[in-house]
């Protein structure tokens, strides 16, 4: 071989060899032009992800100061009811106790009541039974005369 036909094999041969170097470069070149694609749109799905997940964790504190609040409000309302019903029953039991003290002092005035009116039908009665003595024996000595009356003194 020539020394130019050798320099030219040579020019071939490290040609052919670029080619395939170059060959070889756009297929790694290729693969990560579709690395790079898929890393963007993964990219993209992890921000939007992030995204609603942002939005949930923001509506759920959200969620939680309202429940927190209804909460507050709920045992505000609970200690108000307690504290009506402990003063309801309060007035309740006073109530009871002034209705008993009044039936206990209407009882009393009406025992009273009945024991006066028990002494006045004894006295009445009584009374009753001494005028028709005094007449019966008022008719008797109007029937008899003086000296049969000392005779039944004596």
Same mark, same amino acid.
């Given at each position: 071989?020539?020394?130019?036909?050798?320099?030219?094999?040579?020019?071939? *041969?490290?040609?052919?060899?670029?080619?395939?170097?170059?060959?070889?470069?756009?297929?790694? *070149?290729?693969?990560?032009?579709?690395?790079?694609?898929?890393?963007?749109?993964?990219?993209? @799905?992890?921000?939007?992800?992030?995204?609603?997940?942002?939005?949930?964790?923001?509506?759920h504190t959200e969620a939680?100061?309202?429940?927190?609040?209804?909460?507050?409000?709920?045992?505000?309302?609970?200690?108000?009811?307690?504290?009506?019903?402990?003063?309801?029953?309060?007035?309740? %039991?006073?109530?009871?106790?002034?209705r008993i003290d009044a039936?206990?002092?209407?009882?009393?005035?009406?025992?009273?009541?009945?024991? %006066?009116?028990?002494?006045?039908?004894?006295?009445?009665?009584?009374?009753?039974?001494?005028?028709?003595?005094?007449?019966?024996?008022?008719?008797?000595?109007?029937?008899? @005369?003086?000296?049969?009356?000392?005779?039944?003194?004596?």
């Amino acid at each position: 071989m020539y020394p130019d036909d050798q320099q030219l094999a040579d020019v071939k *041969l490290k040609t052919s060899l670029l080619e395939k170097d170059i060959l070889q470069s756009e297929k790694v *070149l290729n693969k990560l032009s579709d690395s790079i694609q898929k890393i963007q749109e993964l990219n993209v @799905n992890v921000m939007q992800m992030l995204t609603m997940h942002e939005s949930k964790h923001q509506h759920h504190t959200e969620a939680e100061e309202e429940l927190k609040d209804d909460y507050k409000e709920l045992h505000s309302r609970i200690t108000t009811v307690n504290r009506e019903l402990h003063e309801r029953i309060d007035q309740v %039991e006073r109530h009871i106790t002034e209705r008993i003290d009044a039936l206990r002092s209407d009882l009393a005035n009406h025992k009273k009541q009945d024991t %006066e009116e028990k002494g006045l039908d004894f006295f009445d009665k009584w009374k009753y039974i001494i005028i028709c003595g005094v007449l019966v024996v008022g008719y008797i000595g109007g029937q008899l @005369n003086s000296a049969q009356i000392l005779s039944l003194i004596k």
